[in-house]
């Protein structure tokens, strides 16, 4: 079983950057590989980013990746994702996720366990 339990800013505006944590704990996690995604207001879940635990490697998807930076702390177990240049169409509810396979996914069913999901709100 692990545990993820998110944190960080949530409200901004736009041009400002803000920072979301994730926090891991539980069984063998440093095995998996973890995820950001986002669901802005009325729209479906969207992959943002990915991370492997074990090799740092990591994956940003194309819309926001001169933006967004995915990255872990093995020493305060979190993922960090930052964003920078904030845009009201950033605004969702951000969740954190892993997978249990480790290999970096963006597929959102490869995902085992998912944080509570917090809020981000950018205005103009």
């Known amino acids: 079983q692990v545990q993820l339990v998110e944190s960080g800013g949530g409200v901004g505006q736009a041009g400002d950057s803000l920072r979301r944590a994730c926090t891991v704990s539980?069984?063998?996690?440093?095995?998996?590989?973890m995820g950001w995604y986002r669901q802005p207001p009325g729209k479906e879940r969207e992959f943002v980013a990915a991370i492997s635990w074990r090799t740092g490697g990591s994956y940003v998807v194309h819309d926001v990746q001169d933006r967004f930076t995915i990255s872990r702390d093995n020493a305060k177990n979190t993922v960090d994702l930052q964003m920078n240049s904030l845009t009201p169409e950033d605004t969702a509810v951000y969740f954190c996720?892993?997978?249990?396979?480790?290999?970096?996914?963006?597929?959102?069913?490869?995902?085992?366990?998912w944080g509570q999901g917090t809020q981000v709100t950018v205005s103009s």
């Open positions: 539980g069984h063998s996690y440093s095995s998996y590989s």
């Open positions: 996720a892993a997978s249990s396979p480790g290999a970096v996914s963006y597929i959102e069913a490869m995902y085992d366990y």
